[in-house]
């Protein structure tokens, strides 16, 4: 089955790290992906997609993904942690089948 | 702001009553999602609507109903409503018919506790 899956449902990372949150799909062709992040009582927001076109995809405030189709992975990072970047983070795959499909979401922490 | 408008942000209401969530799609966007967000269940997608009719279906209670006008806003309709159905209940909306391919805008959601 079509699936996303997301590895560690909280990561913390202490302000100024880096930052690696992990994503993997399941699919005998590569779906289109996302990376979107919540917060606090606020709805998602997209912080970059992955269409194909490079397989590396830079977003908003800092973060970027690299697709692997060697890994089935889509991981996001990024260069140095701040402290707004505490949130809920959501990959997301889209396969063909009229909708996205989420996984399970990582809860970032930043550590002052 | 994703530009996607939802109403009422949060809203509380009783075992088997009737609710009706509102959305505004980005202007522009002739598509409409709805999804669920519940802490055991996380993200499901609802139902899609593309320039007022039915495009493509999740997993969608049959206690609930949506649609799409002809001035593209969406409600969604939740009856008999059980503890369950208690979630964060979102709108997206994208320009294209299909979600293949196209960015997905969501809104802030619309909190639905059921007591």
């Known amino acids: 089955a079509q699936s996303v899956t997301q590895l560690g449902s909280h990561v913390s990372v202490s302000e100024g790290a880096l930052v690696l949150l992990r994503c993997n799909y399941s699919?005998?062709?590569?779906?289109?992906l996302f990376w979107y992040v919540q917060y606090p009582n606020q709805g998602l927001q997209l912080l970059l997609k992955?269409?194909?076109?490079?397989?590396l995809v830079k977003g908003i405030n800092d973060f970027e993904a690299e697709f692997k189709k060697s890994e089935t992975s889509f991981h996001l990072t990024k260069p140095s942690a701040h402290m707004s970047d505490a949130a809920e983070y959501f990959c997301?795959?889209?396969?063909?089948?009229?909708?996205?499909?989420f996984g399970t979401g990582t809860r970032l922490t930043i550590i002052p | 702001d994703s530009g996607v408008t939802q109403t009422p942000k949060h809203l509380i209401t009783a075992t088997g009553q009737r609710v009706t969530l509102r959305c505004s799609p980005r202007?522009?966007?002739?598509?409409v999602y709805w999804y669920q967000q519940s802490l055991d269940q996380g993200l499901q997608f609802l139902i899609q609507?593309?320039?007022?009719?039915?495009?493509a279906k999740g997993n969608i209670l049959e206690r609930f109903s949506a649609q799409q006008f002809p001035d593209l806003h969406s409600e969604l309709n939740l009856s008999s409503l059980e503890l369950g159905d208690s979630a964060l209940y979102f709108c997206?909306?994208?320009?294209?018919?299909?979600?293949?391919?196209?960015?997905?805008?969501f809104g802030e959601g619309s909190w639905l506790t059921v007591v």
């Open positions: 997206a909306s994208s320009v294209g018919e299909t979600a293949t391919g196209n960015t997905i805008y």
């Open positions: 699919s005998s062709v590569p779906p289109y």
């Open positions: 992955y269409t194909s076109a490079a397989t």
């Open positions: 997301a795959g889209d396969f063909g089948n009229e909708k996205l499909t």
């Open positions: 202007s522009g966007d002739l598509s």
């Open positions: 609507y593309y320039n007022g009719e039915e495009r």
